[in-house]
Nanobody
Framework: QVQLVESGGGLVQAGGSLRLSCAAS????????IGWFRQAPGKDREWVAS?????????YEESIVKGRFTISSDRGKNTIYLQMLNLQPEDTAVYYCNAVTFWGRGTQVTVTA
């Protein structure tokens, strides 16, 4: 079992920034890829970014990220981050951390115009 706990969401104005964190615990040794998804009201959950915890490679859904988000990890803390810059109202969603088949409960990001 892997437990994932997100934090860092909040309410920001358009153009603002947030940094999300996801702390993993439990059987983390089995994790290769860990990343972020988001789900806006009335929409399907969509992948945002991932990091390969062993190789350090990062992957992005460019249609969403558009050069504004950066995923990073601190393997020693079993934590990943999503630095989000220049947030826009369309980024409003619940952001979820995912590893293998495990999900966190999500953290709400709300961006006002």
């Amino acid at each position: 079992q892997v437990q994932l706990v997100e934090s860092g969401g909040g309410l920001v104005q358009a153009g603002g920034s947030l940094r999300l964190s996801c702390a993993a615990s439990g059987r983390t040794a089995g994790i290769n890829n860990i990343g972020w998804f988001r789900q806006a009201p009335g929409k399907d959950r969509e992948w945002v970014a991932s990091v390969n915890w062993r190789a350090g490679e990062t992957f992005y859904e460019e249609s969403i990220v558009k050069g504004r988000f950066t995923i990073s990890s601190d393997r020693g803390k079993n934590t990943i981050y999503l630095q989000m810059l220049n947030l826009q109202p369309e980024d409003t969603a619940v952001y979820y951390c995912n590893a293998v088949t495990f999900w966190g409960r999500g953290t709400q990001v709300t961006v006002t115009a």
